[in-house]
């Protein structure tokens, strides 16, 4: 089993930043990529961005390129996703996601663990 816990998430005017965090502990694999996933009210969870197990490769959607950068730091098997220049559109509750191997995929069921989830609120 493989433990996800978020922290960062808030409210804050559009223009603003947050800062989201990510915890892995229990069963980790030796190497593991990680990424995050929002879900609007009514929507599917889409992913936003992911990043491979040594932090070489990265993904991001098209609508958070140039606003949003996904990092890690495997010493505390953390990953983090900084957001800046936060849109009203970018509200929704984002999750950390857990898969096993190098390989990013940006299909959620293709992610073996998930985090609670955090929301973010992004007023106009």
């Known amino acids: 089993q493989v433990q996800l816990v978020e922290s960062g998430g808030g409210f804050v005017q559009a223009g603003g930043s947050l800062r989201l965090s990510c915890a892995a502990s229990?069963?980790?694999?030796?190497?593991?990529?990680m990424g995050w996933f929002r879900q609007a009210p009514g929507k599917e969870r889409d992913i936003v961005a992911a990043i491979s197990r040594n932090g070489g490769s990265t993904y991001y959607v098209d609508s958070v390129k140039g606003r949003f950068t996904i990092s890690r730091d495997n010493a505390k098997n953390t990953v983090y996703l900084q957001m800046n220049s936060l849109r009203p559109e970018d509200t929704a509750v984002y999750y950390c996601?857990?898969?096993?191997?190098?390989?990013?995929?940006?299909?959620?069921?293709?992610?073996?663990?998930w985090g609670q989830g955090t929301q973010v609120t992004v007023s106009s």
């Open positions: 996601a857990y898969r096993a191997g190098a390989v990013i995929m940006t299909e959620s069921a293709l992610w073996g663990y």
């Open positions: 229990g069963r980790t694999a030796s190497g593991y990529a």
